[in-house]
T-cell receptor
Framework: KQEVTQIPAALSVPEGENLVLNCSFT??????LQWFRQDPGKGLTSLLL?????REQTSGRLNASLDKSSGRSTLYIAASQPGDSATYLC???????????FGQGTRLTINP | NAGVTQTPKFQVLKTGQSMTLQCAQD?????MSWYRQDPGMGLRLIHY???????DQGEVPNGYNVSRSTTEDFPLRLLSAAPSQTSVYFC??????????FGQGTRLTVV
């Protein structure tokens, strides 16, 4: 059974810092991995999707990497801003199944 | 682009009542699913569908029923609401290797 873990559970940093959020998964046979953002009381917004054959994806100040062999993904946020404050979730999709398995999320606070 | 639309956004039910949470997508995705999100438990899969007429159970299916008569719609039925079903419910859709899209959620309280 796939298990996804996100560390840390919460992170508070001053504005302008570069930061890394971590996601680990127990079964390396994944189809793809997706990072989401969730604002309080809102739905999930897709940030980045990494296919199993890819090593990284970039969108603006966000960069996500994938290392299947070690069962890890990282989300790098450059030059953080208060508007980046949210909960970040990673989810993996296995081969032969469209189901997503989610981590518990990292609650990020960027202090002005 | 509407994407995934869920209704209602908020609902209060009394114990024992039944209701249907609606979910519709306009992206012609074959795969649709329902999750519930609870503090400390994360997002857990309730039911999913790989196409019209095909549904299956997820991790926490008890107390819920689904059907998929069209590609666009995937309603979730609560048969007899219980306080343990107080949660935020999310519907999602995807196709193949594409990213999954989520609705804005339904916040349900059972009293």
């Amino acid at each position: 059974k796939q298990e996804v873990t996100q560390i840390p559970a919460a992170l508070s940093v001053p504005e302008g810092e570069n930061l890394v959020l971590n996601c680990s998964f127990t079964d390396s046979a994944i189809y793809n991995l997706q990072w989401f953002r969730q604002d309080p009381g809102k739905g999930l917004t897709s940030l980045l999707l990494i296919q199993s054959s890819q090593r990284e994806q970039t969108s603006g100040r966000l960069n996500a990497s994938l290392d299947k062999s070690s069962g890890r993904s990282t989300l790098y946020i450059a030059a953080s801003q208060p508007g980046d404050s949210a909960t970040y979730l990673c989810a993996v999709k296995g081969w032969g199944a469209q189901k997503l398995v989610f981590g518990q999320g990292t609650r990020l606070t960027i202090n002005p | 682009n509407a994407g995934v639309t869920q209704t209602p956004k908020f609902q209060v039910l009394k114990t024992g009542q039944s209701m249907t949470l609606q979910c519709a997508q306009d992206m012609n995705h074959e795969y649709m699913s329902w999750y519930r999100q609870d503090p400390g438990m994360g997002l857990r899969l309730i039911h999913y569908s790989v196409g019209a007429g095909i549904t299956d159970q997820g991790e926490v299916p008890n107390g819920y029923n689904v059907s998929r008569s069209t590609t666009e719609d995937f309603p979730l039925r609560l048969l007899s609401a219980a306080p343990s079903q107080t949660s935020v419910y999310f519907c999602a859709s995807s196709q193949g290797a594409s990213e999954a899209f989520f609705g804005q959620g339904t916040r349900l309280t059972v009293v």
